[in-house]
């Protein structure tokens, strides 16, 4: 958000509303439909639209329902507000996938901390990925960070893991489990994730089915089922976890986790 170098008067603030008021009404048919649809006096919005005066919150708050837009409208031109494509994209994300009706997150279910997960390569058909989360919780928002590890060499002829790639993602809880919606961040591919509590018993565990937002290409999947464990050892296990953690033939992946990836078909 763009930053002023000084305070700004009311005679500003009420000024910059009025033009971000008239940009807006520009797109409307008429300004007297427009008053009846908000529930607005006409003669009082002129004055909102010449910069003489400043509506009272509730009414800001339906001009603002009606075109869409945030209480920035006060301080920055409509131009900029607009062209914040990313935030208004978060805004509507936020409103479908946690409306404030939704249910809040049972910690107690997915406790903070390490966690390891497998499950079939997206794009290595035959292989399985292992990996390490970090989930923690933020302002009461339950969410992981992590990275992949893709094998490219350091160097040509070497065999050595090299790339690294970041990604995070949030968790959304539901009466039967929880969903994870991850990114990349710079690459904008998306998974969507939904784990089970549980698997054959064991509560240590959580069964799940994952998807990557891609394209199908040959010799290649979207779907995998994937399984997570909640990691409890020490420091030196910790280690020898994350020495094994990218891709492989599944050697070190227990028979009741292999039992579970190996139920959904290799490409979809």
Same mark, same amino acid.
């Given at each position: 958000m763009p930053r002023t170098s000084s305070p700004q008067s009311p005679a500003d603030v009420r000024a910059i509303f009025g033009r971000n008021l008239r940009a807006l009404c520009s797109g409307e048919s008429s300004i007297s439909d427009l008053c009846r649809r908000i529930g607005i006096n006409r003669t009082q919005f002129n004055r909102y639209l010449s910069g003489e005066a400043f509506p009272r919150p509730d009414i800001l708050q339906r001009?603002? *329902?009606?075109?869409?837009?945030?209480? &920035?409208? !006060? !301080?920055? /031109?409509?131009?900029?507000? @607009?062209?914040?494509? $990313?935030?208004?994209?978060?805004? @509507?994300? &936020?409103?479908?996938?946690? /409306?404030? #009706?939704? &249910? /809040?997150? =049972?910690?107690?279910?997915?406790? =903070?901390?390490?966690? $390891?997960?497998? @499950? %079939?390569?997206?794009?290595? /058909?035959? %292989?399985?990925? *292992?990996?390490?989360? #970090?989930?923690? *919780?933020?302002?009461?928002? %339950?969410? !992981? %960070?992590?990275f992949d590890i893709y094998p490219q060499p350091v160097r040509r002829g070497t065999k050595r893991f090299a790339r690294k790639v970041p990604y995070s993602g949030v968790f959304m809880q539901h009466f039967d489990g929880v969903s994870l919606l991850c990114s990349t961040g710079s690459e904008n591919v998306l998974s969507f994730t939904f784990f089970e509590y549980g698997l054959n018993g064991s509560t240590r565990y959580y069964n799940g089915v994952s998807m990557l937002t891609r394209r199908q290409m040959q010799g290649t999947a979207r779907l995998s089922n994937i399984v997570l464990e909640r990691f409890s050892g020490d420091c030196a296990d910790l280690i020898r976890l994350a020495r094994q953690i990218g891709i492989g033939d599944g050697d070190q992946v227990p028979e009741a986790a292999r039992k579970a990836l190996d139920r959904l078909p290799e490409e979809f």
């Open positions: 001009i603002c *329902t009606h075109f869409e837009v945030d209480a &920035r409208i !006060l !301080l920055e /031109p409509i131009e900029a507000i @607009r062209a914040d494509w $990313r935030l208004r994209a978060a805004l @509507r994300l &936020r409103d479908i996938a946690m /409306p404030p #009706q939704a &249910r /809040p997150f =049972d910690h107690y279910l997915m406790p =903070d901390g390490i966690y $390891r997960f497998w @499950r %079939k390569s997206f794009s290595h /058909p035959g %292989k399985y990925v *292992t990996g390490l989360w #970090q989930v923690y *919780t933020f302002d009461s928002v %339950k969410m !992981l %960070k992590s």
